[in-house]
């Protein structure tokens, strides 16, 4: 099994950044893909990046390009979410996920069903 726990959440204004770390543990050999979620007050968990530990490549949802960026610290076993020009929209819980299964090419998993292993959440806030 993998256990997963974020850090890095708080309080932040509007125009400012945060950098979201998730700490894997366990069976982190047997990880193909990793994600980070959301979920905003009053709306669904979405599926907002992913990074596929094969190869490292990565997808970032296009209404977040250009200002989340997904990346990984193989050798700390960490991913992080790097989130810039944050706006108010942008508050919500964060949550990293990870999984086993292997994807059809092309196939990029952004939904709940698709991960197994969570973490706990860290709440971010952009707010003046």
């Known amino acids: 099994q993998v256990q997963l726990v974020e850090s890095g959440g708080g309080l932040v204004q509007p125009g400012g950044s945060l950098r979201l770390s998730c700490a894997a543990s366990?069976?982190?050999?047997?990880?193909?893909?990793m994600n980070w979620f959301r979920r905003a007050p009053g709306k669904e968990r979405e599926g907002i990046s992913v990074l596929f530990n094969k190869d490292g490549s990565t997808y970032v949802t296009d209404s977040l390009k250009g200002r989340f960026t997904i990346s990984r610290n193989n050798a700390k076993n960490m991913i992080y979410l790097r989130m810039n020009s944050l706006k108010s929209e942008d508050t919500a819980v964060y949550y990293c996920?990870?999984?086993?299964?292997?994807?059809?090419?092309?196939?990029?998993?952004?939904?709940?069903?698709?991960?197994?292993?969570w973490g706990q959440g860290t709440q971010v806030t952009v707010s003046p």
């Open positions: 996920a990870a999984d086993a299964r292997i994807r059809p090419t092309g196939y990029v998993p952004l939904r709940i069903e698709d991960y197994g292993a």
């Open positions: 366990g069976s982190i050999f047997s990880i193909n893909t």
